[in-house]
């Protein structure tokens, strides 16, 4: 497991930009602090705070909050405390491709990382959170954890049974629309159910939401594009295969936030809850054509699950 240590620190403290803007430390903002004194399990955590971003500050503002905290305990001792701490208070703990822990939540809508480290016979906790860091200040080794989709969340079970079955009724619903519209054209094993392992399957992801975008806590949901994909080759009238789509889908799923635009195209989401938890079919329909030039209506649909949190009873 990587360490993330002070060198760092030392080298953005140095860096002067050929705007001639050094790098400037910063006080570190009490809302920070707190979020991570509530996670500390009994470690006493040190803050750090820079700016990362090498012009001019009054040309665009920029921040990197840092903290750092020793606790008595193995790595999985204290991976298991974290968590247990976390959740608590709108973390999402998650696990990176090589099965490193990471805790993740937001704050003022920027997303703050903590992750831990063995330190002989105690762990290293490290957090951090940014705003506006320019590429020519040295990434934060935190942020390598969670970039792109390196790390999934890690469920709570009853999180993970709330959230596939969820995933599992538009799954059904998804095949059955495009079994009716385009027979044959359906693979069930392309799009799997239950959910996945994230990234077995490329369009389907395990995300990270807002539970609550006020207080900054977070849950995961699944979202899941070309679950459908038909063709409609008898009319081109939208209403006549949204129609047909609902006629599929029955009374338990809602047609909600339709959409018109100018490029001949409708979207629109079909919903119902299951087990309390939002499940969605997102729909697209356009005009076009197939590829011998005949007119007709391209079905697209993909998944959309409501955010369920850790925490969930």
């Known amino acids: 497991m990587r360490k993330t240590g002070g060198a760092l620190l030392v080298v953005i403290g140095l860096l002067v930009s050929g705007c001639g803007q050094s790098i400037k430390d910063l006080d570190v903002p ?11 399990v009994g470690g006493q955590p040190v803050f750090s705070g820079k700016t990362c971003f090498s012009k001019p500050l009054e040309e665009r503002q920029s ?32 696990r990176t491709k090589d099965g490193e822990f990471v805790l993740i939540r937001s704050l003022n809508k920027r997303e703050v990382v903590l992750s831990a480290v063995a330190d002989g016979q105690n762990t290293k906790v490290s957090a951090f959170t940014e705003d506006n860091c320019g590429g020519d200040v040295p990434r934060d080794p935190l942020l390598n954890l969670v970039l792109g989709d390196n790390a999934d969340p890690d469920l709570a079970p009853r999180q993970r ?21 385009d027979p044959g054209r359906v693979d069930p094993a392309k799009t799997p159910s239950p959910p996945p ?37 008898d009319t081109t009238d939208f209403k006549v295969v949204e129609d047909r789509i609902q006629a599929v889908a029955g009374k338990r799923w809602k047609a909600i936030g339709r959409k018109d635009d100018v490029t001949k195209r409708v979207s629109y989401e079909l919903e119902r809850e299951v087990g309390g938890v939002r499940a969605a079919l997102v729909v697209e329909l356009k005009q076009t054509e197939d590829h011998h030039a005949k007119p007709g209506v391209n079905v697209q649909g993909g998944i959309v699950t409501g955010c369920v949190p850790p925490t969930v009873g």
Request: aromatic share 8%; net charge negative.
């Open 161 to 181: 049974q709330l959230l596939a079955s969820a995933y599992d009724a538009v799954h059904q619903l998804g095949v059955a629309i495009t079994q009716e519209l």
């Open 63 to 94: 921040y990197r909050y840092r903290a750092e905290f020793t606790a008595p305990g193995t790595l999985a001792e204290v991976s298991r405390q974290l968590r247990g701490s976390a959740v608590g208070h709108g973390w999402q703990p998650h």
């Open 197 to 233: 392992i994230p990234d077995d399957y490329p369009r389907t992801d395990l995300k990270t939401c807002d539970v609550d975008a006020a207080t900054g806590a977070q849950g995961a949901q699944w979202v899941s594009s070309g679950l459908v994909a038909g063709f409609h080759t």
């Open 30 to 40: 009490g809302d920070f602090q707190r979020l991570i004194r509530d996670v500390a």
